[in-house]
């Protein structure tokens, strides 16, 4: 977060997972925690939109 990161890319359900795929704010702005395969998949999506 102190980095500013929009997003957090993990496989840990243990220790996110209630928190997997909901924007969080923070105090720099909004940090989505993702799994790695969905975050790919957005990010293939949005290059698709270009």
């Known amino acids: 977060m102190q980095a500013g990161a929009?997003?957090?890319?993990?496989?840990?359900?243990?220790?996110?997972?209630k928190?997997?795929?909901e924007p969080?704010?923070?105090r720099t702005g909004?940090?989505?925690i993702m799994r790695p395969?969905?975050?790919l998949l957005f990010?293939?999506?949005k290059r698709?939109?270009?």
């Open 30 to 32: 909004t940090l989505i």
């Open 37 to 39: 395969r969905p975050f």
């Open 43 to 45: 990010l293939e999506s």
């Open 6 to 17: 929009d997003y957090l890319i993990t496989g840990d359900k243990a220790h996110f997972g």
């Open 19 to 21: 928190w997997m795929n």
């Open 24 to 26: 969080g704010a923070t």
């Open 48 to 50: 698709g939109q270009r």
